[in-house]
T-cell receptor, first 113, second 113 residues
Framework: GENVEQHPSTLSVQEGDSAVIKCTYSDSASNYFPWYKQELGKGPQLIIDIRSNVGEKKDQRIAVTLNKTAKHFSLHITETQPEDSAVYFCAASRGNQGGKLIFGQGTELSVKP | DSGVTQTPKHLITATGQRVTLRCSPRSGDLSVYWYQQSLDQGLQFLIQYYNGEERAKGNILERFSAQQFPDLHSELNLSSLELGDSALYFC????????????FGPGTRLTVL
């Protein structure tokens, strides 16, 4: 069935360092890949997304790369700040089944000042 | 603030009871999605409605049902509640569906005692 694997489950970095979170998906028909940030007590907040016709997308300190052949996509955060500390989720969906998102298990990122 | 509202924020009830969770989508969004977040299952898709019609269904229990009203707000009904139904329930909305960005509400925390 559809599955998204996310690694690592926890990640601790020093302020200013980079953080990388990786996801692999099983459904080759997936064509939309969003990343969400969830802070304690809040709902997931979209931080960046990528569609299957694009290999890389960047928004300030955040970038996402997609390798459709390997069914793999990654989130890169540069110059991390303490406020980046949160749980990050990757997700995948295929358009012809509505917008159902299949989520990874989440990565708890801790940025130490 | 995503523009998606959910009520109530917290709900405490007993096993066997029935509850209703309410969601108002962002202005202009026609699709509403319901997700369940628990520690052991992560974020799981339950059901999607588009403009009043059911569009996609996940592993939603038969004890759970949902609907979307003409004003586009949605309700998730959970009946014959069990301890294992304790979780965060999120509503998300998007303009239409396939590959559209989903914006999440703040969630309803359900505790079944």
């Amino acid at each position: 069935g559809e599955n998204v694997e996310q690694h690592p489950s926890t990640l601790s970095v020093q302020e200013g360092d980079s953080a990388v979170i990786k996801c692999t998906y099983s459904d080759s028909a997936s064509n939309y890949f969003p990343w969400y940030k969830q802070e304690l007590g809040k709902g997931p907040q979209l931080i960046i997304d990528i569609r299957s016709n694009v290999g890389e997308k960047k928004d300030q300190r955040i970038a996402v790369t997609l390798n459709k052949t390997a069914k793999h996509f990654s989130l890169h955060i540069t110059e991390t700040q303490p406020e980046d500390s949160a749980v990050y989720f990757c997700a995948a969906s295929r358009g012809n089944q509505g917008g159902k998102l299949i989520f990874g298990q989440g990565t708890e990122l801790s940025v130490k000042p | 603030d995503s523009g998606v509202t959910q009520t109530p924020k917290h709900l405490i009830t007993a096993t066997g009871q029935r509850v209703t969770l309410r969601c108002s989508p962002r202005s202009g969004d026609l699709s509403v999605y319901w997700y369940q977040q628990s520690l052991d299952q992560g974020l799981q898709f339950l059901i999607q409605y588009y403009n009043g019609e059911e569009r996609a269904k996940g592993n939603i229990l038969e004890r759970f049902s949902a609907q979307q009203f003409p004003d586009l707000h949605s309700e998730l009904n959970l009946s014959s509640l069990e301890l294992g139904d304790s979780a965060l329930y999120f509503c998300a909305s998007s303009v239409e569906g396939p590959s559209d960005t989903q914006y999440f509400g703040p969630g309803t925390r359900l505790t079944v005692l």
